[in-house]
């Protein structure tokens, strides 16, 4: 199946997204001092809080992000560019229950993007929260649904990768409430839990957006 304009833009949105998100975060955490920022031991959302100081009372943690205005800008980028790679490929992907199902569960997701972006956790930590929970919560078992998608659609044919990132995701999500370190560190598992959904649309739109020759061979392909 040809893409056309819209959908090669939507398949795009979604390589950008991840790689836009994962390098803020890398430069945001390279700028702290005292402490330096640690992947295994403070959450994404430290890089986004505007305000030095102590947070947390159930893992206490000194946070200052000198950077954060770079980590929320890329945060609401990921976000728009989520939710136009869904609604530019909303019928590429296929159609029936369990595919726009997947879709709006996924949409919601991407809003949890702009609400953690827009409302920092030293901001307004309820409104932070809800977001972290769209994207933990809601999208990641939309992520897992989307691998159930019938076998004739996009979603079907890709259900290996669908499926394998649902269930990381939801693992993750799992333990990261449960406080659960699992030796990669509470911060660590935060990004089990977070990151499947960007890097699976990542790998997607990479796919749909292949020449049609070398995308049709790839999506035929048993998995």
Avoid at 152 to 166: E, P
Avoid at 173 to 196: D, H, M, S, W, Y
């Amino acid at each position: 199946m040809n893409l056309n304009r819209i959908g090669r833009v939507g398949a795009l949105s979604w390589v950008a997204a991840a790689p836009i998100f994962l390098v803020a975060s890398l430069i945001t955490g390279l700028r702290w001092r005292e402490p330096t920022y640690n992947w295994a031991i403070h959450n994404i959302s430290d890089l986004g809080n505007t305000h030095c100081g102590g947070w947390d009372t159930t893992r206490p943690r000194y946070v200052c992000s000198p950077w954060h205005p770079l980590m929320n800008a890329a945060t609401l980028t990921t976000a728009v560019l989520l939710a136009t790679g869904l609604l530019l490929t909303w019928r590429v992907l296929g159609r029936g229950p369990v595919v726009r199902s997947a879709q709006t569960l996924l949409l919601l997701a991407s809003g949890g993007y702009a609400l953690a972006a827009a409302y920092p956790a030293d901001v307004d930590e309820n409104l932070h929260v809800l977001g972290a929970f769209l994207i933990m919560g809601v999208g990641n078992v939309g992520l897992l649904l989307a691998g159930f998608a019938p076998g004739t659609t996009t979603l079907g044919r890709r259900r290996r990768l669908t499926l394998t990132a649902g269930l990381i995701a939801l693992a993750g999500t799992a333990l990261f409430f449960a406080q659960q370190g699992v030796g990669i560190g509470v911060g660590g598992l935060e990004r089990v839990a977070v990151l499947p959904f960007p890097l699976w649309a990542c790998v997607l739109g990479v796919l749909l957006a292949e020449p049609p020759p070398l995308r049709d061979l790839a999506l035929s392909a048993p998995t």
